[in-house]
């Protein structure tokens, strides 16, 4: 199976602060790539598709990076309400069984304080 | 963006019955739905990937006489739990997404399954 790492953190970090995850994928043939976050004992829903000239929505910012097989979130002016773990996930086509496959990283935790 | 719709979002049964989930696309095509658990704390697990009209495909030391996947239509998939444990007892969710290389997934809302 291709490997899609992130660290688990958790990252604690001050309201304000600016704080950015990466995520690495070992598959160079791989599609396309989201970041989801998934609050506690909730199901995981789509932040953000991540595009290779970027992507940005309000104080997030996603970013592909093709030749170094990564992506990465930036948050900045953190709230209390971004405390989640997000989720990094990268979908391969399988060309030869005409299928798709998703594949998910571990998450990195990030807990905003006060 | 799409609906995907998992019932029931709790259940608690007792060992050694069967529980069916089920998972359904509300406003797209479900071409490929994944099946995860998740134990508290952890990570999703993906269990099985299936495609509308194929036998699923099963992760390794996923039981697929345990866990039933069926995936008869384009909107909907169901997973059983047969003859539950336990050990079975987690987080079940369900996700759909329809063909395309850029198409995302989306979540159902998750089942809290509890044996006792």
């Known amino acids: 199976r291709k490997e899609v790492e992130q660290d688990p953190g958790p990252f604690n970090v001050p309201e304000g602060a600016t704080v950015a995850f990466n995520c690495t994928y070992s598959?160079?043939?791989?599609?396309?790539f989201f970041w989801y976050r998934q609050d506690c004992r909730k199901e995981p829903k789509l932040l953000m598709s991540?595009?290779?000239s970027g992507n940005e929505d309000g104080r997030f910012t996603a970013q592909l990076n093709r030749a170094s097989q990564y992506i990465s979130l930036l948050i900045r002016d953190s709230k209390l309400s971004d405390s989640a773990t997000y989720l990094c996930?990268?979908?391969?086509?399988?060309?030869?069984?005409?299928?798709?496959?998703?594949?998910f990283g571990k998450g990195t935790k990030l807990s905003v304080i006060p | 963006g799409a609906v995907v719709s998992q019932h029931p979002s709790r259940v608690i049964c007792k060992s050694g019955t069967s529980v069916k989930i089920e998972c359904r696309s509300l406003?797209?095509?479900?071409?490929?739905m994944f099946w995860y658990r998740q134990f508290p704390k952890q990570s999703l697990m993906l269990m099985a990937t299936?495609?509308?009209?194929?036998?699923?495909?099963?992760e390794q030391g996923v039981e697929k006489d345990k866990f039933l996947i069926n995936h008869a239509s384009l909107t909907l998939s169901t997973l059983t739990v047969t003859s539950a444990h336990p050990e079975d007892s987690s987080f079940y969710i369900c996700?759909?997404?329809?063909?395309?290389?850029?198409?995302?997934?989306?979540f159902g809302q998750g089942t809290r399954l509890t044996v006792v």
């Open positions: 299936s495609n509308e009209g194929s036998k699923a495909t099963y």
């Open positions: 996700s759909a997404r329809d063909t395309g290389d850029r198409t995302e997934a989306f």
């Open positions: 991540v595009y290779s």
């Open positions: 996930v990268v979908i391969e086509r399988d060309s030869g069984a005409g299928s798709y496959q998703l594949t």
């Open positions: 598959n160079s043939a791989s599609q396309s």
């Open positions: 406003d797209f095509q479900a071409t490929t």
